[in-house]
């Protein structure tokens, strides 16, 4: 949140958003006018859904961020946990549609170690993505800051106007 807070957004593309833990923190600390909450999981969709049920301003979807399709585009960009799910054969492609629907900010909290592990979990992928980023000609500042004492880092990509 505190890293959040530095930014400049009021709309925002949670995708990922499993029950809606972060989604209602976001909602309640940050004046956010328009707000759309997706996950591949139905169930997890509708658990969120009554977790939210006092915001008005918040839509949900259930689908996979392979298939996303929007015609609007968002001040935010948020996945957590997600982009580690997505194979290494399709990440430059996810990447690049997140950043075609962002209008300012595409942020992802996700599992990096350098030098990637040999042995983890079948599910799980390491990405380069300030290398994934950089190749994005939209994308004009991206930083890396490591979550002290976790394999997690914030990676947030910065958009031209």
Not at 12 to 17: A, I, R, S, T, Y
Not at 83 to 88: Q, S
Not at 123 to 141: A, G
Request: with cysteine.
């Amino acid at each position: 949140m505190d890293y959040l807070s530095k930014l400049n957004f009021s709309t925002v593309l949670e995708v990922g958003c499993g029950f809606g833990r972060i989604t209602r923190r976001l909602l309640e600390h940050f004046n956010i006018s328009e707000y759309l909450a997706m996950d591949i999981s139905p169930t997890l969709v509708n658990n969120a859904m009554k977790l939210m049920n006092n915001f008005t301003n918040i839509q949900f979807k259930v689908a996979d961020i392979r298939q996303l399709q929007t015609e609007k585009k968002y001040d935010l960009v948020l996945g957590v946990e997600v982009l580690m799910h997505v194979p290494p054969t399709e990440i430059n492609s996810v990447i690049n549609k997140l950043v075609s629907i962002s209008n300012k900010h595409v942020v992802n909290i996700d599992w990096y170690e350098e030098p990637t592990p040999e042995k983890h979990a079948r599910h799980c992928f390491v990405h380069n993505f300030n290398e994934i980023y950089k190749e994005n000609t939209h994308v004009i500042n991206i930083n890396r800051i490591p979550l002290p004492a976790t394999k997690q880092s914030i990676f947030h990509a910065q958009l031209t106007s």
